[in-house]
């Protein structure tokens, strides 16, 4: 078997008394840097031409004096607050990972760090590579702004997703090859600098210092964001230059109508870096609907960054790909901490030290669950009602107790408008009922979940006893598996964690 290189080790942001971070992850990319273009799109042959390049920070250089630290401070979704100190070298993805540890939540490469600005309602997710510091110095002294930890399932579905999150009417390269690309050729169209792929398609537009909105037809290329000034004319007399990509970023508007008037609620910004506070310098855009402003807001991302976005991507896949005895131990919560593998086909039983064994055992025993549960499944459950059982629900990371129904709405998309993202909470109109709110198609859903009694026993359904769960964690793990009633199965739970 041929030998594979371990992901490399990399340093976290550290709370005050830790000690200093170690190596960090690739600098900077600066736009069209990486040469994809000539290579098809494979996954097994990308990661060995992106082979990360390791970057030692200044506090591994012994020649280069070490910056002065700063205290940044970091928010949960509760509103708590943590500090923590970090050096110049510190990327996004370390302090998350030092705040995984530090909260002993279940680690997966869908946390993110999120720059919020909470006076102008603007909001964005912070590349894994991005410096925390930096982005921190960019801030305005006294400005209501701050780093916020929280899940973001959106963040690399780009790459992921097996339909495309850009419709064919909104990329030139489709209406010019007049057929259909597949999703990855797509991909790969941006990535490479060689290519020239253009998203267009029309978005209202806040004319500066007033609150008038227009709509055009926009284009954005690799050398910028532009706007016709007559219908849909590409002549570059009727072109108007927008805003440069190098020099922005791009933010969601939380608060849109309220605050900006914004025709929709699916409003975006895009802000200069040299624009530190204030509404003025701000470039407010509005789609039309979710699906439109993600394609604009993915677009950027890709335009802006190239290849190391995909480098980032494949740095997180390889870190959830490491099996757990080779290279450092993964942060796994407190609970699968406190577990081991164990064989009780003997007499006895035994620790299961072997790894390809604790493998082959799992395996086995997900079969035989499967199809113990396959009759349990549809029929009423086989005990009768506790206390316990009754109220076992509370005790998981995707239920969330009396929260609204807004209030989920808000959540979920924070958390990103995946398919497959869910939660569980009580119902407010019906006191002894629960409520599945799934997110499918950028839409959220919401099902009732009803009690009902039979015979003495105690079960829950979502289609009127045809199908029976004993309780809420059947119910979930049981369309973790098979979609059944639902449009999807259930892939990602919204969960909050305390700083």
């Known amino acids: 078997m041929g030998s594979v290189s371990p992901p490399e080790t990399e340093g976290q942001g550290v709370e005050k008394g830790d000690l200093n971070p170690g190596e960090g992850t690739t600098s900077h990319m600066s736009q069209g840097a990486g040469k994809g273009g000539s290579h098809p799109w494979n996954r097994d042959h990308l990661p060995n031409e992106l082979g990360s390049r390791r970057v030692l920070s200044c506090w591994g250089a012994p020649d280069t004096p070490c910056p002065t630290s700063q205290v940044v401070k970091v928010f949960g979704e509760d509103g708590a607050c943590r500090s923590l100190e970090a050096s110049a070298a510190t990327t996004a993805r370390q302090l998350c990972e030092t705040l995984v540890r530090r909260t002993r939540a279940l680690h997966d490469h869908s946390w993110a760090l999120v720059e919020l600005h909470q006076h102008l309602a603007l909001e964005r997710c912070l590349e894994d590579h991005e410096s925390v510091v930096e982005v921190q110095s960019s801030w305005a002294p006294g400005a209501d702004s701050r780093f916020v930890f929280r899940k973001n399932f959106a963040k690399y579905e780009l790459f992921k997703s097996n339909a495309s999150l850009f419709p064919e009417v909104m990329v030139s390269s489709c209406l010019e090859a007049n057929k259909s690309m597949a999703h990855s050729e797509l991909i790969q169209n941006f990535l490479n600098s060689g290519s020239c792929p253009e998203v267009q398609g029309f978005l209202q537009l806040r004319e500066a210092g007033r609150k008038v909105w227009k709509r055009f037809h926009f284009s954005l290329r690799r050398s910028g964001l532009y706007y016709s000034t007559k219908g849909t004319s590409k002549d570059p007399r009727h072109l108007q230059y927008f805003a440069d990509l190098t020099e922005s970023n791009i933010y969601y508007v939380t608060q849109g109508k309220k605050l900006y008037g914004t025709p929709t609620e699916f409003g975006f910004c895009i802000k200069p870096h040299k624009v530190r506070s204030g509404v003025k310098g701000l470039k407010l855009l509005c789609s039309e609907d979710e699906q439109s402003r993600s394609c604009w807001m993915a677009a950027f991302r890709l335009f802006k960054y190239g290849m190391q976005l995909y480098r980032n991507y494949q740095q997180a896949q390889a870190r959830l790909s490491q099996p757990p005895w080779i290279g450092p131990t993964p942060l796994r919560s407190v ?127 979502m289609d009127d006893g045809q199908t029976r769960f004993a309780d809420l964690i059947q119910l979930v793990e049981f369309h973790q598996i098979n979609r059944g009633i639902l449009p999807c199965k259930l892939r990602h739970y919204c969960t909050c964690v305390a700083l």
């Open 335 to 461: 609970s699968d901490n406190a577990l081991v593998a164990m064989d009780f086909s003997g007499c006895t039983g035994r620790v299961i030290e072997n790894p390809n064994e604790v493998l082959t055992a799992a395996l086995e025993e997900a079969q035989a669950w499967r199809k113990k549960t396959t009759h349990r499944y549809s029929l009423p459950a086989a005990c009768h009602s506790s206390p316990l059982s009754a109220a076992i629900h509370r005790t998981q990371p995707w239920f969330h107790g009396r929260i609204s129904r807004e209030d989920t709405q808000q959540l979920i998309g924070r958390q990103g408008l995946v398919d497959g993202v869910f939660l569980v909470r009580e119902s407010q109109r019906n006191p002894k009922g629960f409520v599945l709110s799934l997110c499918h198609l950028q839409r959220i859903k919401h099902y009732l979940i009803l009690p009902s009694e039979e015979e003495g026993r105690l079960y829950f359904t």
